[in-house]
């Protein structure tokens, strides 16, 4: 694979990874394995406590993941900062690639290729500083 930069957007329903190179984007979609249930509890709940989350899934994205030299991950809510927090406990040298968190909606795939190239120019600007 001659990409070095991935961009991943993730929920808890899907995971839509881009492998970018100047001249070329590669797609993939990763689904849970199990269809997303709310993580909250209700008030008052017998067990008081919330879902576990699906480490297959996020193991799924890292391994999607593996070959990139730089990671965005970006999305709209906690399933990024659970993706990084699998990755600490599960999959350090792929963490290590990881550049940037950002918080996005519900962008295109064509939005989120042109969010990331603008990211990592904006990223090698600062570093070659």
């Known amino acids: 694979m001659s990409h070095s930069h991935a961009v991943v957007w993730i929920d808890h329903a899907e995971a839509r990874i881009m492998h970018i190179s100047p001249e070329d984007v590669e797609k993939s979609i990763v689904h849970p394995a199990e269809p997303h249930l709310h993580l909250h509890h209700k008030r008052g709940s017998v067990s ?48 290590n690639r990881v550049v940037g968190l950002e918080t996005v909606d519900h962008p295109s795939d064509a939005q989120i290729v042109t969010f990331a190239r603008k990211y990592f120019v904006a990223k090698d600007r600062m570093i070659a500083q």
Request: glycine share 6%.
């Open 48 to 95: 008081g406590s919330r879902e576990p989350e699906d480490q297959h899934f996020y193991h799924e994205v890292v391994e999607a993941l593996s070959e990139a030299k730089e990671i965005l991950v970006v999305g709209p809510g906690q399933a990024k900062l659970n993706l990084i927090k699998h990755m600490h406990a599960h999959d350090h040298d792929v963490e």
